[in-house]
């Protein structure tokens, strides 16, 4: 692992992480459309783990064995679905920031939001609040990379050797509502175990401050969640985000390969008898 010691919300910290896949946006990146249903991955995940058939219908709450394409696909281990449009625009972006070595859009320091910094503000408060009901230290972090840059992490602290805090300061109250009362932080999943396959730690602590409650002095200001490390979810979490890279370094690819003459017309237009076709842009760059 390389570290870059640096504080969050920084150019330095920014520049680190330019190019680099981030656990923050590795559910983005392998999140796809047209893939299995919640039912359907059920039924795959309990055959793919060594279960009967049958075990798998009852868990998955089938009648029938399910017959379509993309099943027998995901049992075979096979790629299913098509990547979303925010990994689409996720990975464009990272092959851009790969060329120009500068963080792309709103990304640097100038653009950050009144969000933004209402976020540094409550994960100040809510890592103090976390200090001081578990009686520990936390110790800010920086950037944390794989020794080949490709993935990186940015903890919002370490605490000792085996733990991690992610801090969230929801400003929807309506996902404040559904985090208290389920306990569903699956959306930050990726992120979570994503930052402990590359400090190696672990656990987990999500933290969801909410400063605006703090005037009730019942604790209510702060949710805590301890998440342990899963290695099976980070072994296909890894092969997931591999095959990510490999969009990123084609568009990469794709990027450097010069457009050359564009002509846009309505119609386009044949190729004369005696003229051989013209390659596209495209083309030219997965030739």
């Known amino acids: 692992m390389i ?5 969050q919300g920084t150019e330095e ?5 330019c190019g680099v896949i981030t656990a923050s946006t590795f559910a983005d990146a392998v999140s796809t459309v047209n893939g299995l249903t919640k039912q359907q991955a059920i039924y795959v995940d309990v055959i793919r783990a060594g279960g009967s058939e049958a075990e798998a ?3 998955a709450d089938y009648k029938a064995k399910p017959k379509a394409d993309v099943v027998a696909r995901a049992i075979a281990g096979l790629p299913v679905g098509e990547p ?3 990994s689409q625009k996720l990975a464009m972006t990272k092959a851009i920031e790969r060329i120009s070595a500068q963080p792309y859009g709103n990304q640097g320091q100038q653009g950050r939001f009144f969000a933004t910094e ?8 809510a890592r103090w609040r976390y200090q001081t009901r578990m009686r520990v230290m936390v110790d800010q972090a920086g ?7 490709l993935f990186g992490y940015s903890s919002d602290g370490f605490v000792g050797d085996d733990g991690l805090i992610e801090v969230k300061v929801p400003l929807d109250p309506l996902k404040v509502l559904h985090i208290i009362q389920t306990g569903d932080i699956s959306e930050y999943m990726y992120q979570m175990q994503g930052g402990m396959w590359i400090t190696h730690r672990k656990w987990c602590d999500f933290l969801m401050g909410v400063p605006d409650l703090a005037c009730l002095n019942n604790g209510n200001e702060l949710y805590i969640q301890r998440v342990w490390r899963d290695d099976n979810f980070i072994e296909t979490m890894e092969r997931q985000l ?8 084609a568009l990469e690819r794709l990027l450097r390969t010069p457009y050359g003459e564009t002509v846009v017309t309505s119609t386009p237009a044949a190729p004369a008898a005696n003229e051989s076709p013209k390659l596209s842009w495209r083309e030219a760059a997965a030739a």
Request: aromatic share 16%.
């Open 242 to 249: 591999w095959a990510f890279a490999g969009r990123v370094k």
């Open 13 to 17: 910290w920014f520049r680190s992480r």
């Open 84 to 86: 979303s449009d925010a």
């Open 57 to 59: 219908m009852e868990k």
């Open 3 to 7: 570290y870059v010691d640096c504080e």
């Open 143 to 149: 950037v944390a990379l794989t020794d080949d840059r």
């Open 118 to 125: 209402r976020g540094h503000e409550g994960e100040d408060f």
